[in-house]
Each structure stands twice: as structure tokens, then as C-alpha cells.
């Protein structure tokens, strides 16, 4: 069992930043893809990135690339969603989420472990 703990959310202008954490209770996140899903208010849930188990290469959706960066820390078990440059239609709630393989990587099924969000609102 993981327990995913997501923090750093808030209200930030467009055009600002936000680093979002995600905490893992697991002894070792190593083994673990780690990816980072968004939902804005009336729409599905949406794959923005993911980084491999070594932390050596990373996969975001086309709306994030060059502003998003992910990143991990396995010896302190922390996942990190930098974001740049954002814009209103960043605004939702993020989720952090982890799995083993690679295989389908946009895909919400195959994740094992869902953390509970946190709220990015991004003001004109």
C-alpha cells in the first residue's frame, strides 16, 4: 500500500509559478513511475506527465511541454510537478498517481496508487 500526499497548490497569476510535492508513504518510490493528472472543473481527468523509476526520462502532454517539468527525489520518496508560465486553463485540481509500468503511460488505468489532489487556480 501507497499513500500519496499532493501539497503545494494555490491561487497564482497567469503567467506565474507553483512547484508541486507529492509525498509517498512507500519505503521506496524507486520502483514506481510517477505521473502527474489534472482536472479542471467539467472535464475528464487528463494525463500532463510522467517520469521513469530513475528519474532519467520523462513524458508530458503537448499543452505542458516547455513550461511543465517533473521531477523526484527517490531517497526522500518526493514526486515534483514545476510549473511555469501559467495560464488560466491550468487551473485544476492535480493529482499525483504512481505505477510499474511504462505501457499506455497516458492512460489512468494501470496506476496503482492515487493521491487526493491539490487545487491550482490560475487568475487572469
Known amino acids: 500500500q501507497v499513500q500519496l500526499v499532493e501539497s503545494g497548490g494555490g491561487l497564482v497569476q497567469a503567467g506565474g509559478s507553483l512547484r508541486l510535492s507529492c509525498t509517498a508513504s512507500?519505503?521506496?518510490?524507486?520502483?514506481?513511475?510517477v505521473a502527474w493528472f489534472r482536472q479542471a472543473p467539467g472535464k475528464e481527468r487528463e494525463f500532463v506527465g510522467a517520469i521513469n523509476q530513475r528519474g532519467t526520462y520523462t513524458v508530458y502532454t503537448d499543452s505542458v511541454k516547455g513550461r511543465f517539468t517533473i521531477s523526484r527525489d527517490n531517497t526522500n520518496n518526493m514526486g515534483y510537478l514545476q510549473m511555469s508560465a501559467l495560464k488560466p486553463e491550468d487551473t485544476a485540481i492535480y493529482f499525483c498517481a504512481v505505477r510499474v509500468a511504462f505501457l499506455n503511460i497516458r492512460e489512468e488505468v494501470g496506476y496503482h496508487y492515487w493521491g487526493q489532489g491539490t487545487q491550482v487556480t490560475v487568475s487572469s
Open positions: 512507500a519505503s521506496s518510490l524507486s520502483g514506481y513511475i
